[in-house]
Antibody, heavy 113, light 112 residues
Framework: EMQVVESGGGLVQPGGSLRLSCAAS????????MYWVRQAPGKGLVWVSR????????SYADSVKGRFTISRDNAKNTLYLQMNSLRADDTAVYYC??????WGRGTLVTVSS | DVVMTQSPLSLPVTLGQPASISCRSS???????????LNWFHQRPGQSPRRLIY???NRDSGVPDRFSGSGSGTDFTLKISRVEAEDVGVYYC?????????FGQGTRLEIK
């Protein structure tokens, strides 16, 4: 079964850091662009970042540029999102996606003092 | 960024009746290869989004044929021929032609 499973969410203070992970299985991870999407409580969906198949090309939403870093380890079939200088408005469920067709269940990040 | 505008934002529907959601983009979604990367998603409360339709009109595996997508350029529509109870939730259009990809605001479908 093809799936992606996020982990690493939790409660963090403003200005703090967190690293999210996404474990992929059931498909050839290294063949796909991977993405992070977030959804603030009760709000809509927003694309956060993307990375190409070998990790050499990355893109970010303006709201996270300079604070978040996407990366991948194809040997471990794992996607990462390093989040620094976190703010209250980063509070959201973060979804890992393979392209736009395969989504994880998400991991909740709460930024609060 | 491409702005995706959905209407209506709230859609009360009687079981067995049809439903239609409109989605307009602020610029053409036709990619350089000729494809139009317009997708439709459905999200139930507490669940992750599920893609229903890709490249305007293609249903994903397992999606009932009562769902159909149409449109071109900047105007797109999702239609449900006969609404069932399991169709409640929020529907999003999403463009994957221009980065950053963008979603519409969402349309909440409820049963009258």
């Amino acid at each position: 079964e093809m799936q992606v499973v996020e982990s690493g969410g939790g409660l963090v203070q403003p200005g703090g850091s967190l690293r999210l992970s996404c474990a992929a299985s059931g498909f050839s991870f290294s063949d796909f662009w991977m993405y992070w999407v977030r959804q603030a409580p009760g709000k809509g969906l927003v694309w956060v970042s993307r990375i190409n198949t070998d990790g050499t090309t990355t893109s970010y939403a303006d709201s996270v540029k300079g604070r978040f870093t996407i990366s991948r380890d194809n040997a471990k079939n794992t996607l990462y999102l390093q989040m620094n200088s976190l703010r209250a408005d980063d509070t959201a469920v973060y979804y890992c996606t393979r392209g736009v067709d395969l989504w994880g269940r998400g991991t909740l990040v709460t930024v609060s003092s | 960024d491409v702005v995706m505008t959905q209407s209506p934002l709230s859609l009360p529907v009687t079981l067995g009746q049809p439903a239609s959601i409109s989605c307009r983009s602020s610029q053409s979604l036709v990619y350089s290869d000729g494809n139009t990367f317009l997708n439709w998603f459905h999200q139930r409360p507490g669940q992750s989004p599920r893609r229903l339709i890709y490249t305007v009109s293609n249903r994903d595996s397992g999606v009932p044929d009562r769902f159909s997508g149409s449109g071109s350029g900047t105007d797109f529509t999702l239609k449900i021929s006969r609404v069932e109870a399991e169709d409640v939730g929020v529907y999003y259009c999403m463009q994957g032609t221009h980065w950053p990809f963008t979603f519409g605001q969402g349309t909440r479908l409820e049963i009258k």
